[in-house]
């Protein structure tokens, strides 16, 4: 149960943090990621700092997309798996199919959750709802959730070959 209120206020977290992203201004959003790509810059490019601002900032500019989509993809992988843990079974009741369906559950919260998140930046001057957005931020999750569940299943099939045998 302390497990299941941990996540679930983690699930909370970052539904906030991703509400407030989300309310950001167009301009404001930009600057966020021209941000983000200039300290990629620093942190991995040989030269960004002998470079230019000009130079540095249309390298920012170019990687803007990428750094975008990834943090989509990113925030919503974090976002499944707290949604998980907060529906994952309690140890008495951990077998495949409660496993499989907290899972999915999960999921399909995630990806309603950015289904209401891009719906919600239709509303926010420059911003606009997309569905390829939606996508990837399920895809995201999809991933995240799909990776926890494997383990967890692998685990579960461990313990019961260990049982069998002793």
């Known amino acids: 149960m302390k497990r299941q209120i941990i996540f679930f206020i ?3 977290l970052t539904m906030g943090i991703i509400f407030g992203f989300s309310s950001r201004d167009s301009n404001e959003s930009e ?17 960004f700092d002998d470079m230019s601002y000009e130079k540095q900032y249309e390298f ?16 919503y992988m974090i976002l499944g798996l707290f949604v998980l843990g907060t529906l994952y079974p309690k ?12 899972g999915f559950i999960s999921f399909v919260i995630t ?3 950015a289904g209401t998140d891009e719906f919600h930046q239709t509303f926010v001057p420059g911003r606009a709802g997309r569905l390829t957005d939606v996508l990837i931020d399920s895809s995201g999750a999809l991933l995240g959730i799909t990776v926890v569940t494997i383990i967890c299943l692998t685990k ?7 049982e069998e045998k002793y």
């Open 31 to 47: 600057e966020d990621s021209v941000g983000v790509g200039m300290a990629i810059g620093h942190i991995f490019v040989p030269g």
């Open 91 to 102: 140890k008495e009741s951990k077998d495949k199919r409660n496993i499989l369906i907290s």
């Open 10 to 12: 983690l699930t909370l």
């Open 111 to 113: 990806a309603i959750y």
């Open 156 to 162: 579960l099939k461990k313990k019961k070959k260990y």
């Open 60 to 75: 920012a500019e170019k990687i803007d997309h990428p750094v975008r989509k990834t943090a989509h993809f990113t925030e």
